[in-house]
């Protein structure tokens, strides 16, 4: 435009002379016009970065802005162009080129500012789609964000929500088995339980039948020469009815509890007398080795329990020998300082019986051992197992206020260490009192006996006549009902079964008490479980002898009646 403009203009040359042999001025002005022209270009192409420049935030904030930037450098170039002339040319002063040009120079002015005006509408265009094309992103960007957050904060609540799902599954999974395995220990419960009521229904009537036998046989001992052959006869059969006495009170213990009663034990001795039935318990193929102190150490606690105990851990040893082996009892008198009680967790200072069971079987870890005397916790595969023996035979322990240590090494066996207090002074058992007892002559006392069972019914009868009591017999409570008040209560003793065809002997007990407050009573039972009532009857207090009983039995305990309402 410059060489044509100077060929038009000024008639210097040829267009193709001025565009490439411009002369010095001219070439300076082209090169200076070009500049501006490019930093102008350059600019306006910068606009959409400048604009986050603090200081072109007001300029560029219009959508029109470059274009009057536009309209700006096209009036400023209008000047220049002026000032060139002048400069140039030589033309007229700077105000008559700049406002009064001639018309070849106007048009000329006119073309660039138009070609500069319409490059920068250009650019605004350009800006503008750019502007608004960002805008567009801006937004779409936000609204990715806010779709990735809450697709984020979703997958966050979802993984929340699965680990929390597959920790209920685990805990369902885990109370099923559970459920599972309380149900099996239910059922065997209820099997123990049902055990149990058949067994005490049994015993009962069998401790009745052995009542009599022993009752009649000692009757008929106390008639009989001792050098005849049918006094050894009739001993022979009280021997036997007392060994059956007490087999069945031995398979009781796998039943019910029995009502505890503390006296002097012979551990050696109950040991003894149980190794039969042990021999059963743990088959042909398990031997049975006792170890047992020659010194006979006595402790106090209650029999039966103590009978329980032995048996139960004799039965885990069994249970733990899969393929036969040895099971072995020992019993040793200890003393224990406050350093040797170091060794046991439990262990306090003292004189002890240690009684040991121990067995070659498969041993427990450590784990196990902290466990083994939870109650249902057993290591033995489901429906062979309740979990409840050593569970018993820990608290047996307890009650005895003795403690119990176990060693163990897997596939090695197990020692089971029982500590039981040692009483200094001797008490005399049952068993001493039963057959050392003299009899005491009855004064004419009366005394009415309630008993259902014709056997024991007569036996104790007899009995108590021949010591010079008046008694007076009655089948159920309404027949003892109809006697006492017939006699006015003339009574100075109740002898009454607890189990009557018609009403508790403790009711009954109750009801004639009530009605004549110093009657002695005397209740006894050949039950094992709650039909013996044992808990009522510690209530209120009412002496109690258990069947089978023998002669001596019975007329010490009539005796202690008396003494007891006195």
Known sequence: MEAVRDVIAFDQGTFLERFFVPDAKALWMRVLVICVILIFGIMADNLRDKRKISKWKVLFKSDWGIFYISVVFSFLYWLF???????????????ESAFSPSHIFLWMRIMAVFFIVLFGLFVQIQVNELRDEEKLLQNEHLRLEKLLHSRSTELKEARVLIRRLGQEIQKRKWLENENVMIQEQLIQAQKIEAIGVVAGGIAHDFNNLMTAILGVSTLALKETASESTLHHDLQEIKVAASRAADLTRQLLLFSREQPAKFAAVDINRTIFELRKILKSLIGEDIQLKLDLENLSRFVSGDKGSLEQMIINLVVNGRDAMLHGGQISIQ???????SKTCRRYPCGKPGHYLLLRVSDNGLGMSSQIREKIFEPFFTTKSPGTGTGLGLSVVDQIIRKHKGWAHIDSVPGQGTVFSVFLPIITSRISTSENQSSTFKNQPGHGKRILLVEDEEGVREFTSRALGRQGYIVKTAKSAKEARRLFKGQQGGFDLLLSDVVLPDKSGVELALKCRTDFPGLAVLLCSGHNDTKSQWSAIKKHGFP??????ELNELLRSVEEAFEYSG
């Open 544 to 549: 109690f002898l258990k069947k089978p009983f």
């Open 331 to 337: 019993t040793r008198t200890v003393s224990l300082d």
């Open 81 to 95: 162009e002026a000032f060139r002339e002048v400069f140039i040319y030589h033309s007229d002063s700077f105000l």
